[in-house]
């Protein structure tokens, strides 16, 4: 998942918007995640599949979410970071 910082938002608006049509990124500030910017079709997908607001534990999740987030998962298990593009 990408990262930007929220100067980069503020600076590169064009950049940041286009790479969250094709994937949420991550919006931090001072160096640290406080958002999440995806397309309008992305967050109507995963609202639709689940409560966007639920926490699950481990092995809980839905088949559908976890087809979202399966491959990060992964990535970040074998010790990727977090700046990889998707």
Known sequence: MRSFSTHDLNKLVGEVTDAATKAPVIITRHRKPRFIMMSYEHYQRISATTDPRRAYAAGEA??????????????????????DEP
Request: proline share 9%.
């Open 62 to 83: 839905p088949p559908e979410l976890m087809g979202l987030l399966g491959d990060k998962i992964a990535k970040l298990a074998n010790g990727e970071g977090y700046d």
